[in-house]
């Protein structure tokens, strides 16, 4: 074998992904700092959005749906906010590099928005829109408040304060059943914000920087367009343009006030006359989620699943300013050998790459765009075929050939969108397939998904985290969640030798979260199974003796999240075990007694998949976001 370098080496990247929300430093002209929230963590730039550094330093969530700084005078360092999908969140002290959790808002719920008072520096003021309404802290976030007297909608998906708050105490909480509130004392009580505006959502609110002056303000609805108020929200007028109509998703205002940039439907539209005439920029069909304009006139997009773009301050044209950002959550990943991978994001994007990431095809575009719910990948030495579930039909592929000429299947009668499809060890030749739905039920096709029949599963009223085949019988096993009372999660372990048609529970245990890692090593003795749950790694294998079920388990370091279990094809003699965590990639040789990194330079890196070296190809390792390492 030839001897490789132990360090790990980044040799292909999917770039772009969704970004939820940008936030400028309040020092930008001097620092070009941003940060960027994505699914895949917190993405940083230094030089104004053209070169994008992922971190999730002290982020047990790397979700990220809210980011905002602080806007304090000092140079550095800055504080930052950031809440994540799962109801945390997270300050950090030092420019959004390491991140803390701020223990205070556990329980609250659901982050929305974060909006600082543009006096921080003094007052500590910090505002949160949530599900159940507006939340204030006047300490930085230590502790919290409700501020909700006065809301006749508790869902509140945007706020905004005035650039003067400090004198006047004056924001505005848009909400997701028709509500736009306004607030003259700092949230502790509010009213509705006027005359003259539609009823529905209210999804983003951008206030004039010369509000003082001119007591302007523009409100983004969820179907008809822009509403504008010069009285500071006394009494509002709908913008006839080409936005009437349109789900408005953004609203950002430049720093002299004379530009405006709406986030639609149809792309990014721009104002130069205070909204009365829009123009679609070039380049700007994208869908924006986050838009912001830096004091220079420069702007910043953030895109659902197309990653960031940047405008000119001077042009009307937006460049691609991701080639380095890889905000994709990838939980499906494939390797078919000799460098060829495919992923599948969890918002259904499917891409092939043939030299290990250098370049990748989209397979989701041979579908007429149709997005993918569930893959499976059957391989042998000399074929490969990939079955992708959509919610219309189920599709195979060779991924390899260069052509995208899909075989089309009809669904079974599902009651619910494909969640999760499995084929056999064999499936090129058998072509056996499992096939289940979001609420659990569970179909078999014995013909590659030409004909179906439902099976009968114990796991109802569960969510279904995996469906594997055994890899050298006909055995099959699944993996449920239910929640319990007390919020964590029931995880079962469940086995078939008969097709599915009845199942044995073979073990449960309880979880924080419903997500586990599971493998089945080639040992027709043992029959060991590894399941991986948060830091403890759970092995269940057969005794030879009596071939009587054990639960053996051990833990890795409390910081440790076990995100994949591989174990090499020779498992039987030598045991090593690969656990791809929040950590980078760590081996064990002696069973998961012993544990050390593998390689070096993924230490910081969340690693969600890792292809052991083999005699022809290195070991690789696919990170979250979906970058792929090398070694």
């Not at 006030?257 to 009365?276: F, I, M, P």
């Not at 499917?350 to 499976?376: I, K, M, R």
Request: some cysteine; overall charge negative; charged content about 15%.
């Amino acid at each position: 074998m030839v001897e490789r370098s132990p360090r790990w080496r980044r040799c292909g990247v999917w770039t772009g992904g969704t970004v939820a929300a940008i936030a400028l430093s309040p020092n930008f002209m001097q620092d070009g700092l941003m940060l960027a929230a994505t699914a895949a963590g917190i993405y940083r730039s230094t030089d104004g959005g053209q070169q994008w550094e992922g971190n999730q330093q002290g982020l047990s969530d790397p979700r990220i749906m809210a980011v905002a700084f602080a806007p304090v005078s000092q140079s550095a360092p800055l504080t930052a906010y950031a809440a994540t999908a799962d109801g945390q969140l997270f300050q950090s002290h030092d420019s959004g590099i390491a991140w803390q959790e701020l223990s205070a808002w556990s329980g609250l719920g659901l982050i929305n928005a974060i909006t600082p008072s543009p006096n921080f520096a003094t007052d500590h003021t910090l505002f949160v829109a949530t599900a159940e309404g507006v939340f204030r802290s006047q300490d930085g976030g230590q502790s919290w408040e409700s501020s909700t007297f006065g809301l006749l909608d508790l869902e509140i998906l945007c706020l905004a304060c005035a650039p003067n708050f400090a004198e006047n105490e004056l924001l505005w909480a848009g909400s997701a059943l028709g509500g736009l509130y306004r607030s003259r004392n700092g949230a502790r009580s509010w009213r509705d914000s006027g005359q003259g505006l539609p009823d529905m959502a209210f999804q983003c609110i951008a206030v004039s920087p010369h509000f003082a002056q001119d007591q302007t303000l523009y409100v983004g609805t969820e179907s008809d367009g822009i509403y504008r108020s010069s009285d500071g929200g006394a009494s509002w007028e709908a913008l006839t343009s080409q936005l009437a109509g349109q789900s408005i998703n953004c609203l950002a205002i430049s720093h002299d006030g004379q530009t405006l940039l709406a986030g639609a439907g149809e792309g990014v539209y721009r104002s130069s006359d205070g909204g009365q005439q829009w123009a679609l920029t070039m380049r700007g069909a994208f869908l924006a989620l986050t838009l912001t304009i830096a004091p220079d006139g420069k702007a910043v997009a953030g895109a659902y699943q197309e990653g960031v773009f940047r405008l000119p301050a001077d042009g009307n044209q937006w460049q691609t300013a991701s080639t380095d950002l890889a905000a994709h959550v990838p939980p499906v990943v494939f390797y078919l050998q000799a460098k060829r991978f495919c992923l599948l994001d969890v918002e259904g994007a499917l891409v092939y790459s043939d030299d290990a990431g250098g370049h990748w095809q989209s397979l989701t575009n041979a579908l007429s765009e149709e997005l993918v719910s569930a893959v499976a990948l059957a391989v042998d030495a000399k074929e490969a075929l990939l079955y992708a579930a959509t919610t219309q039909a189920l599709y195979v592929i060779q991924p390899a050939l260069t052509s995208t000429d899909w075989r089309q299947y009809a669904l079974p009668n599902l009651t619910a969108a494909p969640a999760l499809l499995a084929c056999s060890a064999n499936a090129v030749h058998d072509q056996v397939l499992l096939l289940a739905d979001e609420l659990g039920n569970l179909y078999r096709s014995d013909d590659g998904g030409v004909q179906w029949q439902p099976l009968i599963a114990p796991w109802m009223d569960s969510q279904l985290l995996h469906l594997c085949f055994a890899p050298s019988d006909p055995t099959i096993y699944a993996v449920s969640a239910q929640p319990d009372a007390e919020h964590r999660y029931l995880l079962q372990l469940w086995q078939t030798t008969d097709g599915g048609n009845t199942w044995l529970g073979l073990a449960d245990f309880y979880a924080d979260t419903p997500t586990a890692a599971i493998t089945l090593p080639l040992d027709p003795v043992e029959q060991p199974i590894f399941i991986g749950v948060s830091n403890r790694l759970i092995k269940i294998y057969r005794q030879p003796a009596d071939l009587t079920w054990v639960v053996t388990q051990q833990f890795l370091a409390d910081a440790v999240r076990i995100t994949s279990i591989t174990t090499t094809d020779h498992y039987r003699a030598d045991h090593t075990l690969y656990v791809t965590t929040n950590q980078g990639v760590l081996q064990s040789s002696d069973g998961g007694a012993i544990w050390r990194a593998e390689g070096e330079g993924l230490a910081s890196r969340t690693i969600v998949a890792f292809v052991p070296e083999s005699v022809d190809h290195p070991a690789y390792a696919v990170e979250l976001g979906g970058a792929i390492w090398e070694r």
